[in-house]
């Protein structure tokens, strides 16, 4: 079965910091871009960060450059978010997608095609 897990969310302070995984069971992510997004309550699912397998060149939304960062360990089939200085209104639910090579950033974080879905992990920036 081909899918992607995500992990490391819970509860955090503001101004706190928290790294999520994203790891791929059944397939490689060489090959793929991977990319984060995040949905708040009530809200419209946003693009975060985008990563790229040829090059590993990266893609911020602009609203999330900054205190965010992407990284992925092929040898660990797994990509990254750094996410620091953390605000109450990051509070999310927090997914990554795959999408292949070529063009792989290009179709994640420009026209969101996505060949997999990860479920989520919940991130909650509360004192």
């Known amino acids: 079965q081909l899918q992607l897990v995500e992990s490391g969310g819970g509860l955090v302070q503001p101004g706190g910091s928290l790294r999520l995984s994203c790891a791929a069971s059944?397939?490689?992510?060489?090959?793929?871009?991977i990319g984060w997004f995040r949905q708040a309550p009530g809200k419209e699912r946003e693009k975060i960060s985008c990563?790229?397998?040829?090059?590993?060149?990266?893609y911020y939304a602009d609203s999330m450059k900054g205190r965010f960062t992407i990284s992925r360990d092929n040898a660990k089939n797994t990509v990254y978010l750094q996410m620091n200085s953390l605000k109450p209104e990051d509070t999310a639910v927090y997914s990554c997608?795959?999408?292949?090579?070529?063009?792989?950033?290009?179709?994640?974080?420009?026209?969101?095609?996505?060949?997999?879905w990860g479920q989520g992990t919940q991130v909650t920036v509360s004192s």
């Open positions: 997608a795959a999408a292949s090579e070529p063009r792989g950033v290009f179709k994640l974080c420009i026209i969101r095609e996505v060949d997999y």
């Open positions: 059944g397939f490689t992510l060489d090959g793929y871009a």
């Open positions: 990563i790229s397998s040829s090059d590993d060149s990266t």
